[in-house]
């Protein structure tokens, strides 16, 4: 699990890289557009690429870290054990839906790369954006799954750090 979350947090140092370049290009085209009367070419496209691309990257992070939004209005009174089953649950679901999206993201990709679907403006080629999130996907359906199997925290090496200074 400890290999998984490192590589959650490398996949989210990639998509802060990710929208750090969104945040540069589009100040670029701005002033550009505004000040200079021009503008990038296909910013748009490349804008909503990259932002599907860092949202999948974010993914396995937010999940290593337990950062979905639970609801536990139903559940609140339960003993801390029943919650912990029906987390446990949550994340098996979680992992089950997310090897859904990357086996049919996979078959999307594929099949833009087959039919060579690129952006209207600029021609990029769709199918690389699926390559990025495919394997965003599988990790964080692995990510769910060893949180199923091991516990909610297995791996994090944060929380335990955390739990060490709690109890000391």
């Known amino acids: 699990m400890k290999i998984f979350h490192r590589l959650a947090k490398l996949?989210?140092?990639l998509a802060g890289l990710l929208m750090t370049f969104i945040t540069l290009m589009t100040c670029t085209s701005l002033i550009g557009r505004n000040f200079f009367e021009m503008s990038l070419t296909g910013d748009f496209e490349l804008t909503g690429v990259a932002?599907?691309?860092?949202?999948?990257?974010?993914?396995?992070?937010?999940?290593?870290k337990?950062?979905?939004?639970?609801?536990?209005f139903f559940?609140?009174?339960?003993r801390p054990a029943n919650q912990g089953l029906l987390d446990r649950f949550g994340t098996l679901l979680?992992?089950?839906?997310f090897a859904?999206?990357?086996w049919r993201t996979a078959l999307g990709g594929l099949n833009s790369y087959n039919t060579h679907t690129e952006s209207q403006i600029l021609g990029f080629p769709l199918w690389t954006v699926y390559a990025v999130m495919v394997p965003?996907?599988?990790?964080t359906a692995l990510i769910g799954l060893g949180q199923t199997l091991f516990?909610?925290?297995a791996g994090d090496t944060d929380v335990a750090s955390n739990a060490d200074e709690v109890h000391a």
Not at 53 to 60: E, V
Not at 75 to 78: D, G, K, V
């Open 11 to 13: 996949f989210a140092i």
């Open 66 to 72: 337990r950062g979905n939004i639970i609801v536990d």
């Open 51 to 64: 932002s599907g691309a860092a949202i999948a990257l974010f993914m396995p992070y937010c999940q290593a």
């Open 151 to 153: 516990g909610l925290d």
């Open 100 to 102: 859904l999206l990357a």
């Open 136 to 139: 965003a996907f599988v990790l």
């Open 94 to 97: 979680l992992a089950l839906l």
């Open 75 to 78: 559940t609140a009174q339960l």
